[in-house]
Protein backbone atom coordinates (compact mmCIF):
# COMPACT_ATOMS: atom_id res chain seq x y z
CA UNK A 1 0.00 0.00 0.00
CA UNK A 2 3.05 2.44 0.64
CA UNK A 3 4.40 1.32 -2.39
CA UNK A 4 1.62 2.45 -4.20
CA UNK A 5 1.60 5.82 -2.31
CA UNK A 6 5.04 6.69 -3.00
CA UNK A 7 4.83 5.77 -6.63
CA UNK A 8 1.23 7.46 -7.42
CA UNK A 9 0.22 10.97 -6.21
CA UNK A 10 -2.65 11.78 -4.41
CA UNK A 11 -4.99 13.20 -6.96
CA UNK A 12 -5.43 17.19 -6.90
CA UNK A 13 -8.76 17.88 -5.70
CA UNK A 14 -8.33 21.31 -4.69
CA UNK A 15 -7.78 24.57 -7.55
CA UNK A 16 -7.89 27.71 -6.08
CA UNK A 17 -8.02 30.04 -8.57
CA UNK A 18 -8.11 33.40 -7.78
CA UNK A 19 -11.51 35.79 -7.89
CA UNK A 20 -12.40 39.02 -7.12
CA UNK A 21 -14.66 39.56 -4.47
CA UNK A 22 -15.58 43.22 -5.29
CA UNK A 23 -16.14 45.79 -7.61
CA UNK A 24 -17.19 44.99 -11.38
CA UNK A 25 -15.22 42.00 -11.63
CA UNK A 26 -16.80 40.57 -8.37
CA UNK A 27 -16.65 36.47 -9.15
CA UNK A 28 -14.22 36.76 -12.01
CA UNK A 29 -10.48 36.32 -12.10
CA UNK A 30 -8.93 39.69 -13.24
CA UNK A 31 -5.77 38.68 -14.95
CA UNK A 32 -7.59 35.88 -17.37
CA UNK A 33 -10.29 38.49 -17.97
CA UNK A 34 -8.53 41.41 -18.65
CA UNK A 35 -6.17 39.74 -20.84
CA UNK A 36 -8.39 38.25 -22.17
CA UNK A 37 -10.14 41.33 -23.48
CA UNK A 38 -7.40 43.44 -24.14
CA UNK A 39 -6.47 40.92 -26.72
CA UNK A 40 -9.52 40.83 -28.12
CA UNK A 41 -10.05 44.69 -28.39
CA UNK A 42 -6.89 44.88 -29.76
CA UNK A 43 -6.91 42.71 -32.48
CA UNK A 44 -10.54 44.75 -33.31
CA UNK A 45 -9.05 47.75 -33.35
CA UNK A 46 -5.98 47.13 -35.43
CA UNK A 47 -7.43 45.47 -37.88
CA UNK A 48 -10.24 48.95 -38.20
CA UNK A 49 -7.33 51.39 -37.60
CA UNK A 50 -4.69 49.83 -40.29
CA UNK A 51 -6.28 47.03 -42.29
CA UNK A 52 -3.16 46.88 -44.87
CA UNK A 53 -0.79 45.99 -42.12
CA UNK A 54 -3.26 43.57 -40.51
CA UNK A 55 -3.88 41.97 -43.81
CA UNK A 56 -0.65 41.29 -44.22
CA UNK A 57 0.28 40.55 -40.83
CA UNK A 58 -2.00 38.02 -40.47
CA UNK A 59 -1.49 36.20 -44.15
CA UNK A 60 2.57 36.22 -43.34
CA UNK A 61 1.74 34.16 -39.96
CA UNK A 62 -1.40 31.81 -41.76
CA UNK A 63 1.75 30.63 -44.19
CA UNK A 64 4.54 30.47 -41.55
CA UNK A 65 2.07 28.25 -40.05
CA UNK A 66 0.92 25.89 -42.99
CA UNK A 67 4.24 25.50 -43.83
CA UNK A 68 5.64 24.55 -40.64
CA UNK A 69 2.64 23.16 -38.49
CA UNK A 70 0.39 21.20 -41.18
CA UNK A 71 1.85 17.85 -40.32
CA UNK A 72 1.50 19.11 -36.62
CA UNK A 73 -2.50 19.78 -37.00
CA UNK A 74 -2.93 16.59 -39.10
CA UNK A 75 -0.99 14.57 -36.60
CA UNK A 76 -2.70 15.42 -33.26
CA UNK A 77 -6.03 15.69 -34.90
CA UNK A 78 -5.28 11.62 -35.87
CA UNK A 79 -4.43 10.96 -32.06
CA UNK A 80 -7.63 12.47 -30.87
CA UNK A 81 -9.40 10.08 -32.68
CA UNK A 82 -6.99 7.08 -31.06
CA UNK A 83 -7.70 8.28 -27.60
CA UNK A 84 -11.47 8.94 -27.83
CA UNK A 85 -11.90 5.08 -29.59
CA UNK A 86 -9.10 3.86 -26.60
CA UNK A 87 -10.97 4.85 -24.04
CA UNK A 88 -14.18 3.62 -24.91
CA UNK A 89 -12.73 0.45 -25.55
CA UNK A 90 -10.81 0.29 -22.26
CA UNK A 91 -13.16 -1.20 -19.97
CA UNK A 92 -11.70 0.65 -16.77
CA UNK A 93 -12.27 3.99 -18.18
CA UNK A 94 -15.46 2.95 -20.50
CA UNK A 95 -17.80 2.24 -17.24
CA UNK A 96 -16.75 5.11 -15.22
CA UNK A 97 -18.71 8.16 -14.93
CA UNK A 98 -18.25 11.92 -15.81
CA UNK A 99 -19.41 12.54 -12.10
CA UNK A 100 -20.36 10.99 -8.68
CA UNK A 101 -21.62 7.50 -8.79
CA UNK A 102 -24.56 8.81 -7.98
CA UNK A 103 -24.81 11.72 -10.37
CA UNK A 104 -28.12 11.63 -13.28
CA UNK A 105 -28.22 13.17 -16.63
CA UNK A 106 -29.37 16.62 -16.13
CA UNK A 107 -30.63 16.50 -19.31
CA UNK A 108 -32.74 13.86 -21.26
CA UNK A 109 -31.04 12.38 -24.11
CA UNK A 110 -33.32 14.03 -26.93
CA UNK A 111 -32.18 17.73 -25.68
CA UNK A 112 -28.41 16.69 -24.57
CA UNK A 113 -27.86 15.37 -28.16
CA UNK A 114 -29.85 19.09 -29.70
CA UNK A 115 -28.06 21.25 -27.73
CA UNK A 116 -24.57 19.11 -28.93
CA UNK A 117 -24.92 19.49 -32.51
CA UNK A 118 -26.52 22.70 -32.16
CA UNK A 119 -23.55 24.38 -30.69
CA UNK A 120 -20.94 21.72 -32.16
CA UNK A 121 -21.68 22.01 -35.75
CA UNK A 122 -25.24 23.17 -36.80
CA UNK A 123 -24.41 26.29 -38.49
CA UNK A 124 -22.18 24.73 -40.77
CA UNK A 125 -24.11 22.01 -41.93
CA UNK A 126 -26.50 24.23 -43.94
CA UNK A 127 -23.86 25.52 -45.97
CA UNK A 128 -21.40 23.25 -46.28
CA UNK A 129 -23.69 19.63 -46.63
CA UNK A 130 -24.84 21.34 -49.69
CA UNK A 131 -21.69 22.67 -50.95
CA UNK A 132 -18.82 20.78 -49.38
CA UNK A 133 -19.60 17.39 -51.75
CA UNK A 134 -20.31 19.84 -54.70
CA UNK A 135 -17.16 21.24 -54.34
CA UNK A 136 -15.04 17.58 -54.20
CA UNK A 137 -17.35 16.36 -56.50
CA UNK A 138 -15.51 18.53 -59.14
CA UNK A 139 -11.83 18.93 -56.97
CA UNK A 140 -10.15 16.55 -54.53
CA UNK A 141 -6.45 15.01 -54.39
CA UNK A 142 -7.98 11.75 -56.32
CA UNK A 143 -8.43 14.17 -59.05
CA UNK A 144 -5.31 15.98 -58.45
CA UNK A 145 -3.36 12.37 -58.83
CA UNK A 146 -5.45 11.71 -61.67
CA UNK A 147 -7.41 8.92 -59.69
CA UNK A 148 -10.80 9.84 -60.63
CA UNK A 149 -12.52 12.51 -63.22
CA UNK A 150 -14.09 15.96 -62.04
CA UNK A 151 -17.57 15.88 -61.68
CA UNK A 152 -17.49 12.31 -63.37
CA UNK A 153 -19.51 9.38 -61.78
CA UNK A 154 -15.96 7.56 -60.95
CA UNK A 155 -15.60 10.72 -58.50
CA UNK A 156 -18.86 10.10 -56.48
CA UNK A 157 -17.66 8.30 -53.52
CA UNK A 158 -14.00 10.32 -53.59
CA UNK A 159 -16.42 13.42 -52.90
CA UNK A 160 -18.15 12.01 -49.64
CA UNK A 161 -15.00 10.47 -49.12
CA UNK A 162 -13.16 13.89 -48.57
CA UNK A 163 -16.50 15.53 -47.20
CA UNK A 164 -16.98 12.51 -44.38
CA UNK A 165 -13.23 13.23 -43.22
CA UNK A 166 -13.56 16.76 -42.53
CA UNK A 167 -17.03 16.67 -40.83
CA UNK A 168 -17.08 13.08 -39.03
CA UNK A 169 -15.23 11.57 -36.50
CA UNK A 170 -12.26 13.87 -36.71
CA UNK A 171 -14.09 16.83 -35.75
CA UNK A 172 -16.37 15.39 -33.19
CA UNK A 173 -13.27 13.49 -31.06
CA UNK A 174 -11.79 16.88 -30.64
CA UNK A 175 -14.55 18.23 -28.87
CA UNK A 176 -14.74 14.67 -26.93
CA UNK A 177 -11.25 15.21 -25.91
CA UNK A 178 -11.92 18.49 -24.43
CA UNK A 179 -14.96 17.83 -23.01
CA UNK A 180 -14.05 14.64 -21.44
CA UNK A 181 -10.85 15.77 -19.90
CA UNK A 182 -12.34 18.76 -18.42
CA UNK A 183 -15.96 16.73 -17.48
CA UNK A 184 -14.02 14.13 -15.42
CA UNK A 185 -11.71 16.17 -13.61
CA UNK A 186 -14.59 18.78 -12.38
CA UNK A 187 -17.32 15.99 -11.88
CA UNK A 188 -15.08 13.59 -10.50
CA UNK A 189 -12.14 15.62 -9.28
CA UNK A 190 -13.95 18.11 -8.01
CA UNK A 191 -11.73 21.27 -9.48
CA UNK A 192 -13.64 24.13 -11.29
CA UNK A 193 -14.72 23.97 -14.48
CA UNK A 194 -12.46 25.78 -16.55
CA UNK A 195 -9.87 24.64 -19.16
CA UNK A 196 -6.74 24.68 -16.86
CA UNK A 197 -8.60 21.93 -14.17
CA UNK A 198 -7.51 19.47 -17.38
CA UNK A 199 -4.04 19.67 -17.17
CA UNK A 200 -4.09 18.85 -13.51
CA UNK A 201 -2.40 15.72 -13.18
CA UNK A 202 0.44 17.08 -15.43
CA UNK A 203 0.60 21.07 -13.39
CA UNK A 204 -0.45 20.35 -10.19
CA UNK A 205 -1.03 23.07 -7.89
CA UNK A 206 1.08 25.99 -10.49
CA UNK A 207 -2.42 25.76 -12.44
CA UNK A 208 -3.44 28.61 -9.62
CA UNK A 209 -0.90 30.89 -10.64
CA UNK A 210 0.24 32.20 -14.42
CA UNK A 211 0.79 29.51 -15.47
CA UNK A 212 -3.32 28.00 -15.11
CA UNK A 213 -3.71 31.96 -16.24
CA UNK A 214 -2.26 31.77 -19.58
CA UNK A 215 -3.79 28.39 -20.64
CA UNK A 216 -7.20 29.35 -19.54
CA UNK A 217 -6.47 32.87 -22.05
CA UNK A 218 -5.58 30.53 -24.95
CA UNK A 219 -8.63 28.86 -24.70
CA UNK A 220 -10.45 32.69 -24.57
CA UNK A 221 -8.65 33.44 -27.57
CA UNK A 222 -9.06 30.32 -29.20
CA UNK A 223 -12.89 30.45 -28.72
CA UNK A 224 -14.07 33.99 -29.90
CA UNK A 225 -12.40 33.11 -33.19
CA UNK A 226 -13.03 29.90 -33.83
CA UNK A 227 -16.90 31.09 -33.37
CA UNK A 228 -16.41 33.66 -35.41
CA UNK A 229 -15.31 31.74 -38.29
CA UNK A 230 -18.71 30.21 -37.51
CA UNK A 231 -20.55 33.56 -37.49
CA UNK A 232 -18.75 34.68 -40.37
CA UNK A 233 -20.19 31.66 -42.64
CA UNK A 234 -23.08 32.31 -41.13
CA UNK A 235 -23.81 36.15 -41.55
CA UNK A 236 -22.75 35.47 -45.42
CA UNK A 237 -25.33 32.80 -45.78
CA UNK A 238 -28.02 35.01 -43.45
CA UNK A 239 -27.80 37.29 -46.15
CA UNK A 240 -28.23 35.61 -48.84
CA UNK A 241 -31.31 33.74 -47.32
CA UNK A 242 -32.54 37.33 -46.67
CA UNK A 243 -32.40 38.32 -50.11
CA UNK A 244 -34.42 35.14 -51.63
CA UNK A 245 -37.15 36.26 -49.20
CA UNK A 246 -36.74 39.39 -50.57
CA UNK A 247 -36.20 41.39 -47.48
CA UNK A 248 -32.36 41.47 -47.88
CA UNK A 249 -31.59 42.17 -51.78
CA UNK A 250 -30.13 46.11 -50.59
CA UNK A 251 -27.80 43.48 -48.06
CA UNK A 252 -25.87 42.93 -51.09
CA UNK A 253 -22.90 43.86 -52.85
CA UNK A 254 -22.54 43.98 -56.66
CA UNK A 255 -20.55 40.59 -56.60
CA UNK A 256 -23.96 39.13 -55.16
CA UNK A 257 -22.07 38.61 -51.18
CA UNK A 258 -22.67 40.39 -48.18
CA UNK A 259 -21.96 44.27 -48.48
CA UNK A 260 -21.08 46.08 -45.34
CA UNK A 261 -24.18 47.05 -44.57
CA UNK A 262 -25.46 43.49 -44.60
CA UNK A 263 -22.85 42.30 -42.63
CA UNK A 264 -23.79 44.75 -39.77
CA UNK A 265 -27.60 44.36 -39.93
CA UNK A 266 -27.01 40.77 -39.53
CA UNK A 267 -24.47 40.89 -36.91
CA UNK A 268 -27.20 43.10 -34.56
CA UNK A 269 -30.05 40.70 -35.69
CA UNK A 270 -27.97 37.73 -34.68
CA UNK A 271 -25.71 39.10 -31.53
CA UNK A 272 -28.93 40.75 -30.44
CA UNK A 273 -30.69 37.75 -29.83
CA UNK A 274 -27.67 35.47 -29.21
CA UNK A 275 -27.22 37.90 -26.31
CA UNK A 276 -30.98 37.90 -24.79
CA UNK A 277 -30.39 34.12 -24.88
CA UNK A 278 -27.23 34.07 -23.12
CA UNK A 279 -28.94 36.37 -20.26
CA UNK A 280 -31.17 33.28 -19.92
CA UNK A 281 -29.09 30.80 -18.97
CA UNK A 282 -28.12 27.39 -20.45
CA UNK A 283 -31.49 25.46 -18.92
CA UNK A 284 -34.02 27.82 -20.82
CA UNK A 285 -32.83 30.13 -23.57
CA UNK A 286 -30.54 27.73 -25.01
CA UNK A 287 -32.41 24.46 -24.35
CA UNK A 288 -35.18 25.86 -25.78
CA UNK A 289 -33.62 27.22 -28.49
CA UNK A 290 -31.52 23.62 -29.43
CA UNK A 291 -35.01 21.83 -29.45
CA UNK A 292 -36.57 24.54 -31.88
CA UNK A 293 -33.61 23.79 -34.36
CA UNK A 294 -33.64 20.28 -33.98
CA UNK A 295 -36.75 20.02 -34.73
CA UNK A 296 -36.53 22.25 -38.00
CA UNK A 297 -33.32 20.34 -38.52
CA UNK A 298 -35.62 16.99 -38.88
CA UNK A 299 -38.13 18.54 -41.13
CA UNK A 300 -35.68 20.06 -43.75
CA UNK A 301 -33.53 16.72 -43.58
CA UNK A 302 -36.83 14.81 -43.97
CA UNK A 303 -37.95 16.96 -47.17
CA UNK A 304 -33.95 16.09 -48.57
CA UNK A 305 -34.85 11.99 -47.80
CA UNK A 306 -38.45 12.16 -49.23
CA UNK A 307 -38.55 14.78 -51.93
CA UNK A 308 -34.76 14.52 -52.99
CA UNK A 309 -32.27 12.05 -54.72
CA UNK A 310 -33.17 9.18 -51.97
CA UNK A 311 -31.83 6.35 -53.93
CA UNK A 312 -28.25 8.67 -54.81
CA UNK A 313 -28.24 9.66 -51.03
CA UNK A 314 -28.06 6.13 -49.64
CA UNK A 315 -25.84 5.61 -52.15
CA UNK A 316 -23.66 8.18 -50.98
CA UNK A 317 -24.77 7.49 -47.14
CA UNK A 318 -24.30 3.59 -46.87
CA UNK A 319 -21.37 3.01 -49.97
CA UNK A 320 -19.97 6.62 -49.09
CA UNK A 321 -19.52 5.91 -45.56
CA UNK A 322 -18.26 2.30 -46.02
CA UNK A 323 -15.50 3.87 -48.66
CA UNK A 324 -14.51 6.45 -45.37
CA UNK A 325 -13.81 3.86 -42.80
CA UNK A 326 -11.64 1.67 -45.12
CA UNK A 327 -9.68 4.63 -46.14
CA UNK A 328 -9.81 6.56 -42.69
CA UNK A 329 -6.36 4.57 -41.09
CA UNK A 330 -4.41 6.55 -44.45
CA UNK A 331 -6.63 9.50 -44.25
CA UNK A 332 -5.84 10.49 -40.88
CA UNK A 333 -2.11 10.00 -41.45
CA UNK A 334 -1.33 11.38 -45.16
CA UNK A 335 0.83 14.43 -45.06
CA UNK A 336 1.21 16.30 -48.42
CA UNK A 337 4.68 17.61 -49.42
CA UNK A 338 5.17 19.99 -52.16
CA UNK A 339 8.82 20.41 -53.55
CA UNK A 340 8.08 24.06 -54.52
CA UNK A 341 8.17 22.93 -58.56
CA UNK A 342 4.34 23.80 -58.96
CA UNK A 343 4.17 19.81 -59.43
CA UNK A 344 1.00 17.80 -58.62
CA UNK A 345 3.09 17.06 -54.85
CA UNK A 346 2.55 21.10 -54.67
CA UNK A 347 -1.47 21.12 -56.02
CA UNK A 348 -1.76 18.26 -53.07
CA UNK A 349 0.22 20.27 -50.28
CA UNK A 350 -2.09 23.36 -51.09
CA UNK A 351 -5.17 21.40 -51.12
CA UNK A 352 -4.95 20.19 -47.77
CA UNK A 353 -3.69 23.15 -46.34
CA UNK A 354 -6.75 24.96 -47.75
CA UNK A 355 -9.24 22.26 -46.53
CA UNK A 356 -8.11 19.39 -44.07
CA UNK A 357 -5.92 21.80 -41.90
CA UNK A 358 -8.08 24.65 -42.07
CA UNK A 359 -10.65 22.33 -41.15
CA UNK A 360 -8.60 21.13 -38.10
CA UNK A 361 -7.41 24.53 -37.00
CA UNK A 362 -11.38 25.30 -36.76
CA UNK A 363 -11.82 21.94 -34.96
CA UNK A 364 -9.46 22.71 -32.46
CA UNK A 365 -10.74 26.64 -32.00
CA UNK A 366 -13.94 25.31 -31.46
CA UNK A 367 -12.66 22.52 -29.31
CA UNK A 368 -12.60 24.63 -25.93
CA UNK A 369 -16.23 26.04 -26.15
CA UNK A 370 -17.53 22.36 -27.52
CA UNK A 371 -15.63 20.88 -24.93
CA UNK A 372 -16.52 22.91 -21.50
CA UNK A 373 -20.62 22.94 -22.98
CA UNK A 374 -20.36 18.90 -23.66
CA UNK A 375 -19.08 18.99 -20.26
CA UNK A 376 -21.51 21.02 -18.40
CA UNK A 377 -24.38 18.93 -20.18
CA UNK A 378 -23.03 15.29 -19.88
CA UNK A 379 -22.62 15.47 -15.99
CA UNK A 380 -23.70 11.71 -14.60
CA UNK A 381 -22.50 10.38 -17.94
CA UNK A 382 -20.14 7.17 -18.77
CA UNK A 383 -17.13 7.80 -20.46
CA UNK A 384 -18.47 5.14 -22.88
CA UNK A 385 -21.88 6.50 -23.24
CA UNK A 386 -20.29 10.02 -23.82
CA UNK A 387 -17.66 8.69 -26.92
CA UNK A 388 -21.16 7.29 -28.40
CA UNK A 389 -22.82 9.96 -27.78
CA UNK A 390 -20.49 12.86 -28.56
CA UNK A 391 -18.43 11.30 -31.67
CA UNK A 392 -19.95 8.66 -33.15
CA UNK A 393 -24.15 9.43 -33.10
CA UNK A 394 -23.46 13.40 -34.39
CA UNK A 395 -21.09 12.27 -37.02
CA UNK A 396 -23.84 10.06 -38.69
CA UNK A 397 -26.19 13.01 -38.63
CA UNK A 398 -23.29 15.06 -40.61
CA UNK A 399 -22.95 12.52 -42.69
CA UNK A 400 -26.93 12.22 -43.42
CA UNK A 401 -26.92 15.63 -43.55
CA UNK A 402 -23.90 15.74 -46.28
CA UNK A 403 -25.26 12.27 -48.32
CA UNK A 404 -29.05 13.79 -48.66
CA UNK A 405 -28.62 17.34 -48.93
CA UNK A 406 -25.65 17.66 -50.92
CA UNK A 407 -26.04 14.25 -52.95
CA UNK A 408 -29.65 15.77 -53.88
CA UNK A 409 -27.53 19.07 -55.31
CA UNK A 410 -24.84 16.59 -57.23
CA UNK A 411 -28.10 14.10 -58.98
CA UNK A 412 -30.05 17.40 -59.87
CA UNK A 413 -26.39 18.92 -61.78
CA UNK A 414 -25.79 15.31 -63.06
CA UNK A 415 -28.77 14.83 -64.24
CA UNK A 416 -28.70 17.68 -66.56
CA UNK A 417 -31.90 19.60 -65.01
CA UNK A 418 -30.06 22.10 -63.10
CA UNK A 419 -27.92 23.62 -65.52
CA UNK A 420 -25.38 24.92 -63.36
CA UNK A 421 -27.91 26.38 -60.95
CA UNK A 422 -26.75 24.99 -58.04
CA UNK A 423 -23.32 24.38 -58.98
CA UNK A 424 -22.92 28.32 -59.90
CA UNK A 425 -24.18 30.03 -56.55
CA UNK A 426 -21.59 31.24 -53.89
CA UNK A 427 -21.58 28.50 -51.06
CA UNK A 428 -24.11 30.06 -48.73
CA UNK A 429 -26.64 30.64 -51.21
CA UNK A 430 -26.62 26.88 -52.51
CA UNK A 431 -29.12 25.14 -50.50
CA UNK A 432 -31.56 28.24 -51.51
CA UNK A 433 -30.86 27.34 -55.19
CA UNK A 434 -31.46 23.62 -54.33
CA UNK A 435 -34.87 24.25 -53.14
CA UNK A 436 -35.58 26.72 -55.18
CA UNK A 437 -35.54 24.51 -57.97
CA UNK A 438 -36.82 21.84 -56.75
CA UNK A 439 -40.13 23.69 -55.14
CA UNK A 440 -40.74 26.42 -57.69
CA UNK A 441 -41.16 30.31 -56.53
CA UNK A 442 -44.15 30.30 -54.11
CA UNK A 443 -42.66 26.80 -52.23
CA UNK A 444 -39.34 27.42 -52.67
CA UNK A 445 -39.46 31.26 -51.06
CA UNK A 446 -41.34 29.37 -47.99
CA UNK A 447 -38.81 26.65 -47.78
CA UNK A 448 -36.12 30.01 -48.14
CA UNK A 449 -38.12 30.96 -44.61
CA UNK A 450 -38.03 28.15 -43.26
CA UNK A 451 -34.60 27.71 -43.80
CA UNK A 452 -33.48 31.01 -42.74
CA UNK A 453 -35.47 30.75 -39.53
CA UNK A 454 -33.50 27.41 -38.75
CA UNK A 455 -30.04 29.08 -39.70
CA UNK A 456 -31.01 31.85 -36.99
CA UNK A 457 -31.93 29.77 -34.59
CA UNK A 458 -28.43 27.37 -34.87
CA UNK A 459 -26.45 31.10 -34.94
CA UNK A 460 -28.19 32.29 -31.88
CA UNK A 461 -27.79 28.97 -30.20
CA UNK A 462 -23.76 28.53 -31.03
CA UNK A 463 -22.91 32.58 -29.93
CA UNK A 464 -25.03 32.64 -26.65
CA UNK A 465 -23.31 29.59 -25.76
CA UNK A 466 -20.18 31.23 -26.50
CA UNK A 467 -20.96 34.06 -25.01
CA UNK A 468 -21.65 32.07 -21.69
CA UNK A 469 -18.61 28.97 -22.29
CA UNK A 470 -16.61 32.37 -21.88
CA UNK A 471 -17.84 33.69 -18.88
CA UNK A 472 -17.54 30.78 -17.21
CA UNK A 473 -13.46 30.34 -17.99
CA UNK A 474 -12.99 33.74 -17.05
CA UNK A 475 -15.10 33.38 -14.16
CA UNK A 476 -12.79 30.56 -13.13
CA UNK A 477 -15.25 27.97 -13.68
CA UNK A 478 -18.11 29.33 -11.85
CA UNK A 479 -21.05 28.00 -13.96
CA UNK A 480 -23.74 29.69 -11.53
CA UNK A 481 -25.13 33.32 -13.27
CA UNK A 482 -22.84 35.77 -14.39
CA UNK A 483 -22.87 39.77 -14.44
CA UNK A 484 -25.07 41.29 -17.05
CA UNK A 485 -22.17 43.56 -18.40
CA UNK A 486 -19.95 40.62 -19.04
CA UNK A 487 -22.39 38.87 -20.91
CA UNK A 488 -22.88 41.95 -23.06
CA UNK A 489 -19.09 42.77 -23.64
CA UNK A 490 -18.33 39.57 -25.06
CA UNK A 491 -21.14 39.81 -27.13
CA UNK A 492 -20.66 43.10 -28.74
CA UNK A 493 -16.65 41.88 -28.82
CA UNK A 494 -17.84 38.75 -30.27
CA UNK A 495 -19.79 40.65 -33.02
CA UNK A 496 -16.94 43.29 -33.49
CA UNK A 497 -14.57 41.01 -34.30
CA UNK A 498 -16.39 39.15 -36.92
CA UNK A 499 -17.46 42.64 -38.44
CA UNK A 500 -13.94 43.57 -38.34
CA UNK A 501 -12.71 40.72 -39.82
CA UNK A 502 -14.97 40.15 -42.51
CA UNK A 503 -14.89 44.05 -43.54
CA UNK A 504 -10.91 43.66 -43.52
CA UNK A 505 -10.70 40.97 -45.63
CA UNK A 506 -13.63 38.64 -45.73
CA UNK A 507 -13.91 35.38 -44.89
CA UNK A 508 -10.25 34.91 -45.70
CA UNK A 509 -9.27 37.06 -43.06
CA UNK A 510 -11.05 35.18 -40.31
CA UNK A 511 -9.90 32.15 -41.33
CA UNK A 512 -6.05 33.37 -41.08
CA UNK A 513 -6.90 34.56 -37.69
CA UNK A 514 -8.74 31.46 -36.67
CA UNK A 515 -5.57 29.62 -37.80
CA UNK A 516 -3.21 30.99 -35.83
CA UNK A 517 -5.34 31.48 -32.96
CA UNK A 518 -5.66 27.53 -32.60
CA UNK A 519 -2.48 26.69 -32.42
CA UNK A 520 -1.74 27.18 -29.14
CA UNK A 521 -4.63 25.55 -27.97
CA UNK A 522 -3.82 22.87 -30.04
CA UNK A 523 -0.70 21.98 -27.83
CA UNK A 524 -3.11 22.44 -24.48
CA UNK A 525 -5.54 19.93 -26.19
CA UNK A 526 -2.75 17.20 -26.69
CA UNK A 527 -1.71 18.04 -23.32
CA UNK A 528 -5.27 17.13 -22.33
CA UNK A 529 -4.53 13.72 -23.86
CA UNK A 530 -2.07 12.97 -22.06
CA UNK A 531 -3.31 13.99 -18.52
CA UNK A 532 -6.68 11.98 -18.96
CA UNK A 533 -4.80 8.65 -20.01
CA UNK A 534 -2.52 9.15 -16.81
CA UNK A 535 -5.39 10.31 -13.88
CA UNK A 536 -7.48 7.10 -15.11
CA UNK A 537 -4.62 4.69 -15.53
CA UNK A 538 -3.70 5.87 -12.26
CA UNK A 539 -7.25 5.90 -10.74
CA UNK A 540 -7.24 1.75 -11.96
CA UNK A 541 -4.19 1.32 -9.78
CA UNK A 542 -5.87 2.47 -6.53
CA UNK A 543 -8.99 0.76 -7.29
CA UNK A 544 -6.91 -2.54 -7.50
CA UNK A 545 -5.28 -1.81 -4.33
CA UNK A 546 -8.25 -0.60 -2.70
CA UNK A 547 -7.08 2.59 -2.56
CA UNK A 548 -10.08 5.24 -3.21
CA UNK A 549 -10.58 7.44 -6.25
CA UNK A 550 -11.03 11.22 -5.90
CA UNK A 551 -14.60 10.79 -5.92
CA UNK A 552 -15.08 6.70 -5.31
CA UNK A 553 -17.72 4.76 -7.38
CA UNK A 554 -19.91 1.28 -6.62
CA UNK A 555 -18.59 -1.45 -8.35
CA UNK A 556 -15.83 0.96 -9.80
Not at 74 to 90: H, K, P, R, S, T
Not at 145 to 165: E, H, R, V
Not at 358 to 379: E, K, M, N, Q, T
Not at 485 to 497: C, E, K, R
Request: charged share 10%.
Amino acid sequence: MSNIKRRIREPLRVLPIKTAEKGFYSGFNVDVTVTGKLAVGGLVLWAVAFPENAGSVLAGFNSFILTHFASWYILVMAAFVLVCIGLALWPAAGRLKIGRYDDKPEFSRFSWFSMMFGAGIGVGMLTWAVAEPVYHFQNNPDVIQGFATAAGPDNILNAYKWSYLHWGFSAWASYAIAGLALGFFAYRRGLPLTIRSALAPLFGSRLSGWTGHLVDIVAVIATILGVAQTLGFGVEQFVAGMARIGVGGWLLNAEGTASATGIIVALVIIMGASTLSALSGVGKGIKWLSNLNMGLSIFLLVFFLVFGATDFGIYALFVGLWHYVLALPDLLFTIYKGDGSGSVTDKLEAWQGGWSVFYWAWWVAFAPFVGLFLARISRGRTIREFVLGAVIVPALMCFVWFAFAGGTAIELEISGGANGTIFGASDGDKIFAMTNYMLGDMLGWIMAVAIVVLLMTYLVTTADSAVLIVNTINAAGDEGPKARPHILFWGIALSLVVAALLLVGGLDAIRTAMVIGALPFSLVMALMCVALIKAILNDSIRASHGEPTAFPERGS
